[in-house]
Every structure is written in C-alpha cells, then in structure tokens.
C-alpha cells in the first residue's frame, strides 16, 4: 500500500461512518428538529430563506455543521442547508449524514464562473454532470473525469426553473477545489469541449448520491465570467439576486414532489 495516493482506496472500509455520527448526535439530544423531509436544497446564498420566507414560510429547525430551516407549508417538508461554507467536502459529509436521516432528493443551488461567452450574468445552468477536479469524490469512486447527476431530477429542476422565465439551460460543470487556480490551459480545454461553468461542490454532491442511491442534481447561476480569459466581474447583482430567487423556489418545489 503506497497512501496517500492508493488507487483503490475508495473499496476499502471505513472506521468512521456518517450512521455513527447521526447516532452519536442523537444520543447527546442534538438532533435538529426536523420532521421526516425527503428533500434537501444546499443553498449557498445563505440568506435566502429568510429573504423569501414571505412567499416560501420557513422554520428554523437546528443545526449541524450548517444552519437548517425547514418548508411548512409545501407538499413535502423540505430542508434547507444554509451557512455550511462551501466546498466538496463538507457538501458531502452533510449529503451522508442526510442519507442516513432518510433524504432521497439533494439539490445544490449555488453561484459560479461562466466557462461559455453566450452566458450572461444571471443565467442558470443545471449541471448534467461534473468535472471530478477535486478531492473528496475520488475517496469514494475509481478515478474518472465525469460523475453523472440524477436525469429524472435534472430534467424536473429545469423545467421548474425554465416555468419562472429565468434563463436555463443543461450541461457540464467543471468541480474545482482551488478557486484561484484556474488556469488558462484549463479553461481553454474546458471551454471547447463546452463545459458551461465552474464551481466547487456538484462533483462531491453527484457523487455521493451515486454511492448512496440518492437523487443529486445542481444549478449553477453565473456570477462572475472566464470565457474571455480573464476575469470579468459583474458591474451589478440585480439580475443574479433575481435568478437566485427563481432558482431558488424551483428546486424547493422539486424537492417538494412525492
């Protein structure tokens, strides 16, 4: 065995497993308040349940390692992630310790890069499938470039987005760990083959649910731009706050259905 870079670790058993730790917070009476949701929305724009929770009534239901609220008044109870900090692997210890409390739907809703010139800001893109450039889902697969979302789950969130006028479309997202590491050589090759955008957590997520048997998708809304290989900012944040929103009470409707 030659670690850290055995190549068939993701086989191996693990010592600790997200059951444990659900177990473990039970025992200690620090379970969150939640009552039996079988979808979950990982937003990363963290205050938007309270923003919406005019239109989308909300309680807060606890804590761990993110905050959560949950739906009152959907089909379903859906619980909402906020407040966890981003990133591939805390999107996917949260993911497991939800698997285990009976979740079967996930959906990421985060901001992004746009790899594409036709990508304005404030575009969404629901990501078909990710670009493993980044470390947590190689613990958990063999070594491939693509993990694949859920296409039930991808086809219900963008139409459900697309139904609320925001622009959507389908495709690649590239999964990186190291946002100030985007190289030039990268986002050339990325961008002929098409990849749409570039963020930090859909690989972890899609992975995940592809170990676990859950239904994992993501959308992606563009902030900021590399397709001109530099990086432009947006001059305002209107029309990205606004697709957010959309975004936002689309996957939350998803997540919602039996």
Not at 15 to 21: E, F, G
Not at 39 to 52: D, K, N, Q, T, V
Not at 170 to 191: H, S
Request: charged content about 20%; overall charge neutral; proline content about 5%.
């Amino acid at each position: 065995m030659s670690f850290p870079n055995q190549p068939d670790k993701h086989a191996a058993e693990s010592l600790l497993n997200a059951q444990d730790i659900v177990a473990y917070r039970a025992r200690l009476g620090r379970m969150p308040n939640l009552h039996s949701p079988r979808g979950a929305l990982f937003c990363l724009e963290r205050g938007l349940p309270h923003r919406l929770r005019w239109r989308i009534a909300v309680r807060k239901a606890g804590s761990m390692n993110a905050d959560l609220h949950e739906t009152t008044r959907t089909k379903n109870p859906v619980v909402i992630l906020t407040n966890f900090g981003g990133g591939a692997p805390m999107v996917a210890e949260l993911a497991e310790e939800l698997a285990v409390m009976g979740v079967r739907k996930m959906i990421l809703l985060t901001w992004g890069g746009s790899l594409q010139p036709d990508l304005e800001h404030g575009d969404a893109v629901v990501c078909s499938r990710a670009i493993r450039d980044e470390g947590t889902s190689h613990h958990y697969l063999p070594p491939e470039k693509y993990i694949d979302a859920d296409s039930v789950l991808v086809e219900r969130l963008s139409k459900s987005i697309q139904a609320r006028g925001t622009p959507c479309s389908i495709g690649t997202t590239w999964t990186t760990d190291a946002p100030y590491r985007e190289t030039l050589a990268e986002v050339k090759q990325y961008q002929a083959e098409g990849v749409k955008t570039v963020e930090m957590e859909s690989a972890a997520l899609f992975t995940v649910g592809q170990v676990r048997g859950i239904q994992a998708a993501s959308a992606v809304v563009v902030m900021d731009s590399l397709a001109t290989y530099r990086w432009q900012a947006p001059q305002r944040l209107d029309s990205i706050q606004r697709s957010l929103e959309l975004a936002y009470a689309a996957a939350i409707d998803v997540l919602s259905e039996p």
